[in-house]
């Protein structure tokens, strides 16, 4: 009689796991956050709102490179009213330059943390959808699991044609 219970007991454990496994689906997040940028052109927005800002850096990334060749080269043939009017120059243009390149990475930096933010808002409601239309209980991140069955479902096409 307790072999049998045992054995009822096994089996009915069994039918709940396949049971539940149905309704458990895994996404990949990392490949549909990179498909999803690519073609909504985050990259390409972004590149183009801080180019000018960009290519006005890099002028004076030159023009300071050039002025301090220019000290290192003629430095100890100038006289030193000149030296040390071209050494403050220096010190001064590098100095600006510090700043507005740290107030141009903090802005990119944000801006592409907003960008990020709107993508994974919007992927995360594409897997809510999904999971919905599929009746399914819990989606797991394919990277966070060590190990899935080939019985588990995986949604990331679903997903990244629900994105669009």
Same mark, same amino acid.
């Given at each position: @009689?307790?072999?049998?219970?045992? #054995?009822?007991?096994?089996?009915? #454990? ?8 149905? %309704?458990? #689906?895994? !996404? =990949? @997040?990392? =490949?549909?956050?990179?498909? !999803? ?10 590149? *183009? ?5 960009? $290519?006005?850096?890099?002028?004076m990334e030159g023009d300071l490179q050039s002025k301090m060749q220019?000290?290192?080269? &003629?430095?100890?043939?100038? %006289? ?7 050494? %403050?120059? !220096?010190? $001064? ?13 903090? &802005?990119?930096?944000?801006?592409? =943390? ?18 919905a239309d599929q009746s399914i209980d819990l989606v797991v991140d394919? =990277? #966070?699991?060590?190990? *899935? $069955? ?15």
């Amino acid at each position: @009689m307790k072999k049998w219970l045992l #054995a009822a007991g096994l089996g009915l #454990a069994m039918a709940t796991s396949a049971q539940a496994a149905d %309704k458990i #689906a895994i !996404v =990949n @997040m990392g =490949n549909l956050f990179q498909q !999803v940028a690519q073609k909504t052109g985050v990259s390409a927005t972004l590149e *183009n709102e801080f180019k000018g800002r960009a $290519s006005e850096l890099q002028r004076m990334e030159g023009d300071l490179q050039s002025k301090m060749q220019r000290l290192q080269r &003629d430095g100890s043939t100038m %006289k030193a009213s000149e030296r040390s009017k071209l050494e %403050k120059d !220096v010190m $001064s243009q590098r100095q600006t330059f510090s700043q507005k390149a740290q107030a141009f990475e903090q &802005d990119r930096q944000r801006r592409s =943390n907003e960008e990020r933010g709107k993508l994974v808002t919007r992927i995360q409601s594409a897997v809510k959808a999904v999971a919905a239309d599929q009746s399914i209980d819990l989606v797991v991140d394919a =990277n #966070a699991v060590a190990f *899935n $069955s080939s019985d588990v479902k995986d949604i990331t096409a679903d997903v990244l044609k629900q994105v669009k």
